[in-house]
């Protein structure tokens, strides 16, 4: 499978590499969701009926390796991570496309986790060759702490892009209704495309001029995880 084109050693513009991969994210004070015994994924949206595909079967045939380089919005960067799963674009073609309601032409994809995250990316973007839907990492199956039972792994786009705990799939013929209008989602908005190389950080301030503020979390963050002792912290088994 064909990666980034762009040098191993060069990061995205205002990232800093580290060497463990942190479990992060909007959910971090809460446990990973509970896995059911039989994850499944439902495709929804702009389908003549919604469909549901056991994980097994989504990651059963036609599986990739993918050794790509991880970036979240608040500026840290852990490159080498050896995930494995399936194309998104596998996916889509094999199940997705066929199943689309006559006459809908779909532009984004709406991706849910089991703790309610959610991310609604363009159509195009997830259909690049390096999107996955992963079930392993470092030769591992997904841990609560990265995603388990699957993840979106798109590395051209931002941490909060890459859905964890993957059980919804939405597609839509249209970009979704403006979010909500509160302070901190004001403050600290998604940008609809999220690509790193091009720093879109946030929804509608220059990448470079809100760096601060996502620096100022990263390290709020990273010391709070060290404190609770989290595994990334001691380890470096995942990654590399
Ligand atoms: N389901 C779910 N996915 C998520 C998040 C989350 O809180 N829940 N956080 C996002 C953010 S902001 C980042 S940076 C990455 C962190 O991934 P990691 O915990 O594997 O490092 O997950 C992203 N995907
Ligand atoms: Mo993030």
Redesign the pocket.
Known sequence: MTKTTHSPAALPPGQRRIDF????????GQPPPPVPAHPTVVFGGALTAPIEITVDELVGTDRHELRADFH??AGWSVTGLAWEGVAFADVYQRYVAPAVAPGTIVTHVMVR?L?G?HFVAELEDLLADDVLLADRLGGRPLDG???APLRLVNPAQY??A????VCRIDVLAGAPAAGSPALLDRLLQSHPRARVWEEERHGTLPGWLIRPVYRAIKFVMLSAAARRGEPGHQSKVNIG
């Open positions: 991969f942190p479990r992060f994210g909007r959910r971090v979240c919005v986790g703790d995250e702490a990265h995603g941490g909060y890459n859905i964890k705990h």
